[in-house]
């Protein structure tokens, strides 16, 4: 079992940066696929960035089109944790974000699927004031 614990969460004004992060632990996650998702109220939880493991040195990285340029998906495989740096926040990125992690890699559209990943945080609130 892999328990994942999210930190960093917080107000913010727009314009301004905050790093969140994901503990894993329970099983040695290196090769897992991490995701971070998002979802604010009244909407369906959507996908914000994914990195999946590659060869011990590289790591593929994908993002939703609104966070690019903006967010940046890292981790750190001795400490078990990947990270969401988020800078230029804006109101719009207001939610509760969520880390998600699955021991099977995805590809392309799979990996934006909520469905996709087993193991899931209980989240981080961010609120992005105007």
């Known amino acids: 079992q892999v328990k994942l614990v999210e930190s960093g969460g917080g107000l913010v004004q727009a314009g301004g940066s905050l790093r969140l992060s994901c503990a894993a632990s329970?099983?040695?996650?290196?090769?897992?696929?991490m995701g971070w998702f998002r979802q604010a109220p009244g909407k369906e939880r959507e996908f914000v960035a994914a990195i999946r493991w590659i060869t011990r040195s590289g790591s593929n990285t994908d993002y939703t089109d609104s966070v690019k340029g903006r967010f940046t998906i890292s981790r750190d495989n001795y400490k078990n944790t990947v990270y969401l740096q988020m800078n230029s926040l804006k109101p719009e990125d207001t939610a509760n974000y969520y880390c998600?992690?699955?021991?099977?890699?995805?590809?392309?559209?799979?990996?934006?699927?909520?469905?996709?990943?087993?193991?899931w945080g209980q989240g981080t609130q961010v609120t992005v004031s105007s």
């Open positions: 998600a992690a699955d021991p099977r890699t995805c590809s392309g559209d799979g990996c934006y699927r909520p469905t996709s990943y087993t193991y």
């Open positions: 329970g099983r040695p996650f290196e090769t897992y696929v």
